[in-house]
């Protein structure tokens, strides 16, 4: 297999359809500072990234990666992103990579030629797509080596979850929007978010919640503890540009105070 993929590779398969990337932010709320804007797929006709998925083949998911990896670094730093401070939060396909130190090449290319530093590019996988265990941590600890961060996405929605812990501890964990929906009516939800938060701390690793889309998720979720926070409550993805994000109220706001972000690695 790896053959295959590395001479379809060299041999110049291309992914030909236009795109683009909009940008959404994951806030700090205690240090009221934008941590991370993620990169999300999107057409240059505006077409969203399902659409434009559906062009990929098994040819050229290699390439599309790729292209997406470059789309992102690019676009980044004509918006000066770096410059906010905050990171450049990337999604990657592991089965699109063939050999972690081979396929990463043009990453750090491309972000040598932008300026882009690669301490701020963050790599996010979602545990939904199934992999292999031991590539994946090769790739992850092959980008750790090279200065990246890593980040689970979707975490608990998929097939890896705590056993993917035990073996490998990212930067970051995104729980998965279908435990936040809701939470502020789910004592269920309630109880596992507010258990994960002292694990995943232990590990040293940072907890964001996505798909936050009311104010009252939003108060559930700030008083667990939560200071990381993603989702069309604060800001909708910008198409080619970074979004203001709004900021919500709470009551308890303000009343201590905010812990420096660090990470542990």
């Given at each position: 297999?790896t053959?295959?993929?590395c001479?379809?590779?060299k041999?110049?398969?291309?992914?030909?359809i236009?795109?683009?990337?909009?940008?959404?932010?994951m806030l700090a709320?205690?240090?009221q500072?934008v941590?991370?804007?993620?990169?999300?797929?999107r057409?240059?006709?505006?077409?969203g990234p399902r659409?434009?998925?559906s062009h990929?083949?098994a040819e050229?998911l290699?390439?599309?990666?790729?292209?997406c990896?470059?789309?992102?670094?690019?676009?980044a730093?004509e918006?000066n992103l770096?410059?906010?401070g905050?990171?450049?939060s990337m999604?990657?396909?592991?089965?699109?990579?063939?050999?972690p130190?081979?396929?990463?090449?043009l990453t750090l290319e491309?972000?040598?030629?932008t300026?882009f530093?690669?301490?701020?590019?963050?790599f996010e996988f979602?545990?939904?797509?199934?992999?292999d265990?031991?590539?994946l941590?090769e790739i992850?600890?092959t980008?750790?080596?090279l200065g990246?961060k890593?980040a689970?996405?979707?975490?608990?929605a998929?097939y890896?979850?705590?056993?993917?812990?035990?073996?490998?501890?990212?930067?970051?964990?995104?729980l998965?929007a279908?435990?936040?929906?809701?939470i502020?009516?789910?004592?269920a939800?309630?109880a596992?978010?507010?258990n994960?938060?002292?694990?995943?701390?232990?590990m040293g690793i940072?907890i964001?919640c996505?798909?936050?889309?009311?104010?009252?998720?939003?108060d559930?979720?700030?008083?667990?503890?939560v200071?990381?926070?993603q989702g069309y409550?604060?800001?909708?993805p910008?198409?080619?540009?970074?979004?203001t994000?709004?900021?919500?109220?709470h009551?308890?706001?303000?009343?201590?105070?905010?812990?420096?972000?660090?990470?542990?690695r």
């Amino acid at each position: 297999m790896t053959g295959k993929n590395c001479k379809a590779c060299k041999n110049g398969a291309t992914f030909d359809i236009p795109i683009t990337m909009a940008f959404q932010p994951m806030l700090a709320i205690g240090a009221q500072k934008v941590f991370a804007y993620e990169a999300l797929l999107r057409g240059k006709d505006g077409a969203g990234p399902r659409q434009v998925f559906s062009h990929v083949t098994a040819e050229t998911l290699h390439a599309f990666d790729q292209t997406c990896r470059t789309t992102s670094i690019e676009l980044a730093t004509e918006l000066n992103l770096a410059d906010s401070g905050a990171l450049l939060s990337m999604n990657f396909l592991p089965n699109a990579v063939y050999d972690p130190k081979a396929c990463i090449q043009l990453t750090l290319e491309t972000a040598r030629k932008t300026g882009f530093p690669v301490d701020r590019i963050m790599f996010e996988f979602t545990e939904t797509e199934r992999v292999d265990t031991q590539k994946l941590l090769e790739i992850l600890a092959t980008y750790r080596r090279l200065g990246f961060k890593t980040a689970i996405d979707d975490f608990g929605a998929g097939y890896s979850g705590l056993k993917l812990l035990t073996l490998f501890q990212p930067d970051v964990v995104k729980l998965d929007a279908g435990l936040i929906r809701g939470i502020d009516s789910s004592r269920a939800k309630q109880a596992i978010v507010r258990n994960s938060i002292p694990m995943l701390e232990e590990m040293g690793i940072l907890i964001v919640c996505e798909g936050i889309e009311t104010q009252e998720e939003y108060d559930t979720l700030y008083d667990l503890g939560v200071d990381l926070m993603q989702g069309y409550l604060f800001a909708k993805p910008g198409f080619e540009t970074l979004p203001t994000p709004h900021w919500p109220s709470h009551s308890k706001q303000g009343s201590e105070q905010s812990v420096p972000i660090r990470f542990s690695r």
